[in-house]
């Protein structure tokens, strides 16, 4: 197989782990977050885990191209997940919040960076690839969110009486569906693009 189809191999799947790994990491996110009586030890040990099901399908993915990569990956993520989450509320109070986005995803990338420059060549490319892949995936989302609720949103119909419980079944619809459209979307845009940083960074290994 050619480099260049091994690289493409890698992109896709890449995407393909963001997607997968972000919508686990959402569900079991509002499963952990939507319980009562969460405290700070409940918090940590929830990033924790969402942390680890982000980053341990991208660790499997990335052992198989380079040797460069240990299990580290995996907790030096959980680190960036947790610390990203604790300044997000003070940097969306100072930002716009897309722009805010953006430095929590670099703030997040900072701690997997520590990994990638030892062997890597302009390993900082990942803190930017990250900021810059949040902030536009969010956009994109905002936009794919709209659209898709308005071509999948029905005029209501039946009697008035109803009316009401209708309504609420096709605004339930109208949400999950577009939700998860914006979801795909999304992940697919943040993977797209640090797929392609990674790509790039593993074709320029660093000489020792």
């Known amino acids: ?87 997000a509320g003070y940097i969306l109070k100072v930002l716009d919040r897309n722009l805010g986005w953006a430095v929590i995803g670099a703030v997040a990338a900072i701690f997997p960076y520590l990994v990638l420059r030892p062997h890597f060549l302009r390993a900082s490319s990942w803190i930017l690839a990250n900021g810059v892949g949040l902030f536009i995936s969010i956009v994109t989302g905002e936009v794919v969110f709209r659209v898709v609720s308005k071509a999948i949103e029905q005029p209501p119909t039946g009697d008035a009486g109803d009316s009401g419980l209708s309504a609420l079944a096709e605004a339930t619809s109208v949400l999950f569906y577009s939700s998860l459209v914006t979801g795909v979307v999304s992940l697919g845009t943040y993977g797209a693009i640090t797929g392609g940083t990674l790509v790039w960074l593993l074709r320029h290994p660093r000489r020792k």
């Open 1 to 87: 197989m050619s480099n260049i189809a091994i690289a493409w191999k890698f992109w896709i799947l890449w995407v393909l782990v963001c997607i997968g790994g972000g919508i686990g990491c959402f569900i079991l996110g509002f499963l952990i977050f939507t319980t009562r009586n969460q405290n700070s030890l409940g918090a940590f040990v929830g990033l924790s885990m969402i942390g680890i099901l982000w980053a341990t399908p991208q660790y499997l993915l990335l052992k198989n191209y380079t040797p460069k990569i240990n299990g580290i990956w995996v907790l030096v993520s959980v680190a960036g997940t947790i610390a990203s989450s604790v300044i």
